[in-house]
């Protein structure tokens, strides 16, 4: 297992930038493969990015392409979430995850999951 802890979160105007944190805990960190998710009111909880275990692969959700980057550091057991070019739409929860499995886009495969950050983009 392993807890992990979402930062970074806040209110930005739409066009900004907000690049989100994820600390986890243990020495098994470079073990998990790890995703962001968000899920806004009344939504699923949708995929974001991944990004594999040794950070050399990495996945995006259509929605985001182009525009956030996800990243990891595992010396500081961290996986980021830089978002650019911030939309009304992309307001939502944003959680991570991780999962002992390679990097998948669906919610069910991974175990472990922060408390989420809350992110509001305005018009």
């Known amino acids: 297992q392993v807890q992990l802890v979402e930062s970074g979160g806040g209110v930005v105007q739409a066009g900004g930038s907000l690049r989100l944190s994820c600390a986890a805990s243990?020495?098994?960190?470079?073990?998990?493969?790890m995703g962001w998710f968000r899920q806004a009111p009344g939504k699923e909880r949708v995929f974001v990015a991944g990004?594999?275990?040794?950070?050399?692969?990495?996945n995006y959700a259509d929605s985001v392409k182009g525009r956030f980057t996800i990243s990891r550091d595992n010396a500081k057991n961290t996986v980021y979430l830089e978002m650019n070019n911030l939309k009304p739409e992309d307001t939502a929860v944003y959680y991570c995850?991780?999962?002992?499995?390679?990097?998948?886009?669906?919610?069910?495969?991974?175990?472990?999951w922060g408390q989420g950050t809350q992110v509001t983009v305005s018009s």
């Open positions: 990004i594999s275990r040794g950070g050399g692969s990495t």
């Open positions: 995850a991780a999962t002992a499995l390679v990097t998948a886009t669906t919610p069910r495969f991974y175990a472990n």
């Open positions: 243990g020495r098994t960190f470079g073990t998990y493969s």
